[in-house]
């Protein structure tokens, strides 16, 4: 299972707010986890999407294609992506190991 970062941003709009097509692009998101083919989470920065590595390539495609969908001449996205393949890596998974080390810490 591979872990997704990823920012879309749309350029050349009419307002400094992105806030329209990030709606757009959870939306896409959520479609995707009803299916059960990701887990996601939305940031203040970016999404966070789970999922094995095919999958989420092609909602890469589809997610950087909403704002082209809506009239933007220009987008640029940002990618990066986690895929360890040695053990089950989750978004879950991550934050508990940091977590357990800080708690571990303050013993």
Do not use: C, W
Not at 21 to 35: A, F, G, S
């Amino acid at each position: 299972m591979a872990i997704v970062d990823i920012t879309v941003i749309p350029l050349g709009t009419s307002t400094p707010s992105v806030s329209e097509y990030v709606v757009d692009i959870q939306h896409i998101l959520k479609n995707y986890e009803i299916e059960g083919k990701i887990k996601y989470q939305l940031t203040p920065m970016n999404t966070i999407i789970e999922g094995e590595l095919h999958t989420l390539l092609e909602v890469i495609q589809n997610i950087h294609e909403a704002p082209f969908n809506k009239g933007v001449q220009r987008v640029a996205t940002n990618i990066r992506i986690d895929d360890r393949r040695d053990k089950k890596s989750t978004m879950e998974g991550k934050l508990e190991s940091v977590h357990k080390q800080i708690q571990d810490e303050d013993r």
